[in-house]
């Protein structure tokens, strides 16, 4: 029989040396091509060495079988929630260009609830079952790998004496860039569940501070007082302010679409002539709600140095002896407290939790009407807040009420020539039966607006979009977007029965939603301190002046 030489090892301990780096190997490998998915540059060497701790922990042999169990299931757990953390960044990464603490997201994190959750969910259940397919596997294979960690056997022991400085050396080297990685707190706040944690209370910090709105509503309210906006009009007058939601003027026949969407804003446009302006090339500089609206309805001014909020509309309005209505067919805390609260009369319609809810706009045409009738005040504006075509799509027009879910159109061979997918087809579909839908709506608004009122009395009426959306314009994919141009191109339109409107060419003229109040202080024929003349798309002094959007905008001027 032939032996083995003295000082080799046994043929286990080898085998389990081997096994023991094949299982490192594995789990490291593994997680670093998530890491990579969801990171990029130095954090991708961050992530790694954060997530090492355990992975090195494999290599280390222990004797009792149910004490590796338990190391499996640890490290199972830890290389997961690193996993997980890379997957959720990289979907935000992907379909939203942004990190999971920047603004956009905390914000949308902050302002949703349960049911608005499985309800996006249900819209975007593909990237879904994408994303949980790849975690899954992940999942396999880091269990199939850890499985084989070190064991130790009567071998282990000699071969650990033998084992050469030089890797030594290297665990030693690993160990300490571990340590020095977890004492750095850039480094260590990192790792997933020091984030995660972080992001969970930033999510509750800002819920709060929308919660607690009240100190700040009083503050606008005595900002503007100290203002002392004048009203030019001793007569009656009313204004009404339609902001409506996730509305692409590609989408609108009103702006040259191929298919009918908007057949009742055109049937206006043929009767009121020079007394409505559609502005042809208006864009929106957010690509989500609340910052549209707080850059609306505070002109698209900066926070000072101070940290006092610049002027609020609605409080110059009520200043200026208006009374104020906000109408909205949306459940919204944070739009609420920020905004609604400051009018007189706050008539939320839609009281179902959820943006997403089935509460259908014409549901609010009944309490505008109620306004327009109100006799307690010459001076009025009625803010209007729509649901739009937020997705989704489906909810926002009533039951079998999609006259181009079966037609194939120019359109749909257009999205079939651009390669779009049928998912994204069919919800173009029935984006377009929600601006019918939607054009209604408007319409019916305008046509209360448009309906005799006092003798003499100014009346105005001015709509727009928070913002756009993508619904197979530019990319593949359907929901709101930051990163196309579809994001930003929203429909802007104006109409009043006494004052002219800007000439065709003039309307040609780019538009942008963070100066609206400049225009509405015209509709109200407000004075204050703070006009500027040269951001009001009414007044012949207006100069355009392109914004800072996070994407690449060929021309502002189609």
């Not at 040259?256 to 090339?281: D, F, I, S, W």
Request: charged share 20%.
């Amino acid at each position: 029989m032939t032996s083995l030489p003295s000082d080799a090892p046994a043929p286990r301990t080898a085998a389990s040396r081997k096994s023991a780096l094949f299982a490192c190997g594995g789990v490291g490998a593994t997680l670093l091509a998530l890491i990579a998915l969801g990171h990029d540059g130095h954090r991708i060497a961050q992530l790694a060495v954060l997530a090492a701790p355990m992975v090195l922990w494999l290599a280390w042999p222990i004797r009792s079988a149910r004490m590796r169990s338990v190391r499996t299931v640890l490290v199972w757990l830890w290389a997961m929630g690193f996993a997980l953390d890379a997957a959720v960044r990289a979907y935000l990464l992907d379909t939203y260009q942004a990190a999971p603490d920047g603004a956009m997201v905390l914000g949308a994190a902050a302002n949703t609830n349960a049911r608005e959750s499985s309800e996006y969910l249900w819209m975007h259940w593909r990237s879904a079952v994408i994303w949980s397919g790849a975690l899954a596997v992940a999942g396999v294979l880091v269990g199939m790998f850890a499985r084989r960690g070190a064991a130790f056997d009567a071998g282990t022991s000699s071969v650990r004496a033998r084992s050469s400085l030089r890797v030594r050396s290297l665990v030693l080297a690993l160990l300490l860039i571990v340590c020095v990685a977890y004492a750095s707190k850039p480094w260590r706040r990192l790792h997933p569940a020091i984030f995660w944690a972080g992001w969970s209370q930033s999510v509750h910090t800002l819920r709060g501070a929308w919660a607690d709105q009240e100190k700040v509503r009083d503050r606008l309210m005595a900002q503007a007082k100290a203002i002392g906006p004048v009203a030019l009009q001793a007569g009656p007058s009313t204004v009404v302010l339609v902001i409506t939601d996730s509305i692409n003027r590609d989408n609108m026949a009103l702006y040259g679409y191929g298919r009918p969407t908007t057949p009742r804003l055109l049937a206006h446009k043929a009767q009121a002539g020079e007394q409505m302006a559609v502005l042809k090339n208006a864009w929106s500089v957010d690509a989500s709600t609340l910052p549209a609206l707080r850059n609306m309805f505070h002109f698209g001014l900066p926070h000072p140095e101070n940290g006092e909020n610049p002027p609020h509309l609605l409080a110059l309005a009520r200043a200026a002896g208006y009374k104020v209505w906000w109408i909205s067919n949306h459940d919204d805390l944070a739009i609420e407290q920020q905004h609604a609260r400051l009018a007189d009369v706050v008539d939320m319609v839609n009281r179902t939790p959820g943006r997403a809810s089935a509460s259908l706009d014409g549901e609010i045409l009944d309490c505008v009407q109620e306004a327009f009738a109100d006799t307690s005040s010459d001076r009025k504006l009625i803010v209007v807040h729509l649901m739009g075509a937020h997705p989704h799509y489906s909810l926002r027009f009533p039951e079998n009420a999609n006259p181009f879910d079966d037609d194939v159109d120019a359109v749909e061979n257009g999205l079939v020539k651009d390669g779009r997918s049928a998912w994204v087809r069919r919800f173009r579909q029935e984006y377009d039966a929600a601006l019918l839908y939607h054009d209604f709506v408007v319409s019916e608004l305008l046509q209360q607006t448009r309906s005799a009122g006092k003798p003499g009395e100014d009346r105005a009426w001015m709509y727009l979009s928070d913002h756009g959306q993508e619904v197979g314009h530019g990319s593949d994919r359907a929901g709101h977007s930051p990163s196309t141009a579809s994001g930003y191109r929203i429909p802007t339109v104006i109409w009043r029965n006494r004052e002219p409107l800007p000439s065709a060419a003039a309307q040609q003229q780019p538009f942008r939603a963070d100066w609206t109040g400049w225009a509405l202080m015209d509709l109200l024929r407000i004075r204050w301190s703070g006009q500027m003349p040269e951001r009001n798309v009414l007044s012949d002094t207006y100069r355009w002046q392109a914004p800072t959007i996070p994407v690449a905008v060929e021309s502002f001027s189609r």
